[in-house]
């Protein structure tokens, strides 16, 4: 049996609000957002120098998302807007969930984290994906670290 994904195309943070992510082991990153309840939130994207946020500062490059109500009942709907900092989200069913990607080569000189925080009581999980080193998951490393 071959290598499954994790470890060969993929590594994840299930609890990423708020979290610090490196982005030195990947292409990119994918932010996977939801709140349930028809609320609506605002999810921030900022990047640091460190794991522990020095020279923390907001990343407004965000100019594409994609929403559905993140129970695989219905097909992502395509949103744009204006470079931002900020994914913002409807107080509608149809909004629950929102994705969007980060590059590694959208960061700025010497910035190597990234972190998305929701305003209100949404999830947000990282995925790394594009692996630079293929691995078994056990020999993953922490990417909040």
């Known amino acids: 049996m071959g290598q499954k994904a994790l470890g060969r195309l993929v590594n994840s943070t299930p609890a990423a609000d708020g979290v610090w992510i490196n982005m030195r082991e990947a292409s990119g990153i994918l ?3 939801y709140l349930s309840g028809a609320a609506g939130d605002t999810y921030t994207l900022q990047e640091a120098k460190d794991a522990v946020g020095t020279g923390a500062q907001n ?4 100019t594409e998302y ?11 709907t395509r949103r744009t807007q204006a470079a931002a900092a900020t994914v913002v989200t409807a107080a509608t069913a149809a909004q629950q969930a929102a994705v969007f990607e980060v590059e590694g080569t959208s960061l700025s000189d010497t910035y190597k984290y990234v972190k998305v925080t929701s305003t209100g009581a949404g999830t947000v999980r990282a995925t790394h994906r594009d692996l630079m080193t293929q691995r078994t998951p ?8």
Do not use: Y
């Not at 993953?140 to 670290?145: D, Q, S």
């Open 31 to 33: 932010f996977e957002c």
């Open 66 to 76: 994609h929403t559905n109500t993140g129970n695989g009942s219905d097909a992502w």
């Open 59 to 62: 990343l407004a490059i965000v």
């Open 138 to 145: 056990a020999n993953l490393p922490a990417m909040g670290v």
